[in-house]
């Protein structure tokens, strides 16, 4: 493909993702802080689950920004992932569907092997919801009222990132990140024997920067042979985000007419976003086959926001195991034998405490990438189960499936010439 096609490609994926960013599948669970997070991984660790520790020469290493200095090509990625999810409780069950843009990244070498950098735009966290429910006024003669709470919107980052090597073995990296976007809540009140709606209304709006580090361990030619041990660490600091939220109540009769009961308000803040550590191994040999671990943490606890309502979280944690294998990177005769497959487990705990107890999660996970020239089309699934009816009061089931495009090339790059 050529440059130009490449741009007018890129192009219109970047105006695309204007209509359908955070256009996710819709989840209670997101009613808690500040969404569901994202995450960095790009779609082919999704498919093992993993990359914070095993470097990647074909992808852009994402996760940790230390094994940037491994793309020593300018390699540009976009990727986008449809859901499912069955939400159930001990009387009902329902169904919702969705998809967004995942993300747009690019990375080249500044120096190669010695310093390459990234840019890239992607969610931050994701917040949609609505449910409603009947509740008794004790105060108000025992009046009913049928109360509707729903939220949309979330936080996107805007990163830059790079890696530099210290010597044969060991990379540092750097990621600053510009985190922005709204979060929108309406809670509507329908009172019995009124005919009007009385609406409160809470926006707020997320503008400021956050910072993570990497570290990389990489050491080759093991035992005699072709095998790699890597280890990465990625530390993301603790940050508190400049916010503003701006609250109203109003009232909308049956003709639609609107008449505020309490005036607009505003008031500025912060969101307190605590520290999070990641750490892996992973041993591999050449090209052909690689198996990761990693284990990240972050405590949620003493998180604080803008809008008091969505405090109250406690620890998170991840835990995965994943693989790739390529049975024959450089087989001419078989395009089979040069497809890469992926696959792994995840366990992970949220921060969110529905009915009072952690949530947890359990997922599996396959992809594959599928080779173009020095490009590649990426897929990846991932099926699971998040909370449990007994202790977290609802259930959910869900299939995520990614879509993505790795172009890589030479641009950029000075070449000499004897």
Not at 100 to 114: C, D, E, G, R
Not at 180 to 194: A, R
Not at 322 to 338: M, Q, W
Not at 376 to 404: H, P, Q, S, T
Request: proline share 3%; net charge neutral.
């Amino acid at each position: 493909m050529s440059v130009i096609r490449k741009i007018l490609f890129l192009g219109i994926v970047v105006v695309a993702s204007a209509d359908v960013w955070g256009q996710a599948a819709s989840s209670p669970f997101t009613n808690f802080g500040i969404g569901d997070t994202y995450g960095s991984s790009l779609i082919h660790n999704q498919g093992a689950g993993t990359g914070v520790a095993q470097p990647q020469f074909w992808y852009i290493n994402n996760q940790n920004p230390a094994l940037l200095v491994f793309n020593s090509l300018t390699s540009f990625e976009a990727g986008m992932v449809y859901e499912q999810r069955k939400i159930r409780n001990n009387e009902l069950s329902e169904k919702t569907t969705g998809g967004n843009m995942s993300y747009l990244v690019t990375a080249f070498p500044i120096k190669t092997n010695k310093w390459t950098t990234s840019i890239g735009l992607m969610p931050y966290t994701n917040v949609d919801y609505s449910f409603g429910y009947d509740t008794t006024f004790t105060h108000d003669n025992d009046r009913k009222a049928r109360i509707t709470e729903s939220a949309n919107g979330g936080l996107t980052q805007l990163y830059w990132s790079n890696g530099v090597r210290i010597n044969k073995e060991m990379s540092v990296g750097l990621r600053a990140s510009y985190i922005f976007g709204p979060i929108e809540n309406l809670t509507t009140d329908v009172l019995e024997g009124t005919s009007t709606v009385v609406t409160h209304e809470q926006k707020t709006t997320v503008s400021d920067f956050n910072f993570g580090v990497g570290y990389s361990f990489s050491r080759d030619s093991l035992w005699g042979k072709n095998y790699r041990f890597s280890a990465g660490v990625v530390y993301n600091l603790a940050t508190s985000l400049g916010g503003k939220m701006r609250e109203r109540f109003y009232g909308v009769s049956l003709a639609g007419d609107t008449s505020d009961i309490y005036p607009l308000s505003s008031v500025r803040g912060s969101i307190k976003i605590p520290s999070s550590l990641t750490v892996g191994v992973a041993l591999s040999r050449g090209l052909k086959w690689s198996l990761a671990t990693e284990f990240t943490y972050q405590d949620w606890s003493d998180f604080e926001s803008v809008n008091a309502d969505d405090e109250g979280l406690g620890k998170s944690w991840r835990a995965a195991l994943g693989g790739e294998i390529t049975p024959d990177p450089v087989a001419l005769g078989s395009y089979l034998k040069r497809i890469t497959y992926r696959g792994g487990v995840s366990l992970e705990q949220y921060p969110f405490l529905p009915g009072g107890n952690a949530l947890k999660d359990y997922g599996v996970s396959v992809g594959m990438s599928l080779p173009a020239g020095r490009s590649n089309l990426n897929l990846a699934c991932k099926v699971g189960r998040r909370g449990d009816r007994a202790k977290n009061d609802l259930e959910e089931n869900y299939v995520k499936i990614y879509f993505g495009i790795t172009f890589n090339d030479t641009w950029f790059i000075k070449r000499k010439f004897d």
